[in-house]
């Protein structure tokens, strides 16, 4: 008998306090959602300005944005400033990918895409089938490495999973 009254006694306490539990999530979820445009520079689930996938290089100093061609199988890179919105054109030749399967470590370069005459660009591409298979694959951990301004960076690449029909 006092079991049973124990075990009503929790249900009433408890039922109270997961109810005010959900109410406050609503409330901070909400208030979150009103201030959403704000604070979504440094939110690297977000897409980039041409609808990439963001790389951190540094602590926020500068972006990498990929995208990748399914059907061309290319992948595009654009070097971004640290708020992921404009474009950053550098001298650098190529961007080095680095990708490790298992021990074995590869490197690729991503060549520097200049429009004539231009000694500098944010934009460099490869359309390499291996690159591209390497960096679809989920057993696959992958770098690219950048120097903006004499200063070398690393990016991790991560994978992004989308499907067939696109």
Known sequence: MK???????????????????CTSEK?????????HDHDHDHDHGEAGPHGGHLIELGEEAYHLEWTHDDEAKALTFYVLDGAAKQEVKIPAENLQINVTVGDETKSW????VRADGEDTTALFETNDP??????????????????IEDKPYQ????????????
């Open 130 to 147: 291996d690159v591209f298979a390497l960096l679809s694959d989920d057993e696959t951990k992958a770098t690219i490495d950048v120097e």
């Open 3 to 21: 079991i049973g009254k124990l075990l009503l006694l929790l249900c009433v306490f408890t039922v109270p306090v997961s109810l005010a539990g």
């Open 27 to 35: 409330t901070d979820t909400a208030g979150h959602e009103e201030g």
């Open 155 to 166: 990016g991790e690449i991560e994978h992004h999973h989308h499907g067939h029909s696109h």
């Open 109 to 112: 370069n991503v060549p520097a």
